[in-house]
């Protein structure tokens, strides 16, 4: 609700990620930030399947007002689209999260498909696809034209996938390791 957000940060924000909450008062409050910061923060979204599954015209307002959207291939197809092709309603960029086959990129101008560390050892997906937009936009935040930010966010999942729940997160060492290699 509108009294968790402090009234300060929305001012301070480079960027604002938005992801699913269950019941409409946070989606409405998404909207409300994200027409807020319009212009001066850029938004991502990774609606999940909780918000995909209501379709893209129940999220029409907020697609408006996203940069980056955060997607599986099932997500975007449940919003119309088709992780072949930009839709002619895609933000400006469309990362799709792809399991095992890393990632792809979606842009007016074109396709970039970015292949995942085949060799990482599974024990857990949970929370693989939130550390891929922390990879992200840590990256984004640190300097990463949006190739290597992407790079960044397809290891950052990999490395999460190595440990059960949160155990194998990414933490400062791999991210400044990380940063160092694809800056």
């Not at 099932?74 to 095992?100: M, N």
């Not at 990129?105 to 970015?114: A, E, W």
């Not at 999460?160 to 997160?169: D, F, I, K, V």
């Amino acid at each position: 609700g509108e009294e968790d957000m402090p009234l300060e940060a929305p001012a301070s924000m480079q960027y604002l990620h938005l992801t699913s909450f269950v019941g409409p008062g946070p989606l409405r409050l998404q909207n409300k930030l994200a027409r807020r910061l319009y212009g001066t923060a850029l938004i991502s979204l990774d609606p999940g399947e909780l918000y995909a599954r209501r379709g893209r015209e129940s999220l029409e307002d907020l697609l408006d007002c996203t940069d980056i959207l955060m997607v599986t291939e099932r997500e975007l197809s449940l919003l119309g689209g088709d992780p072949a092709s930009y839709p002619d309603w895609g933000p400006p960029l469309i990362l799709i999260k792809r399991g095992a086959r890393g990632a792809r990129m979606l842009t007016p101008v074109g396709i970039l498909d970015f292949p995942a560390n085949t060799a990482a050892r599974l024990v857990d997906t949970l929370g693989a696809g939130d550390v891929f937009a922390a990879g992200f936009l840590a990256g984004r935040l640190n300097g990463l034209n949006l190739p290597n930010a992407v790079r960044l966010a397809v290891r950052a999942a990999a490395h999460s996938l190595a440990g059960a729940g949160r155990e194998h997160y990414p933490d400062r060492e791999f991210l400044e390791t990380q940063l160092a290699d694809l800056s």
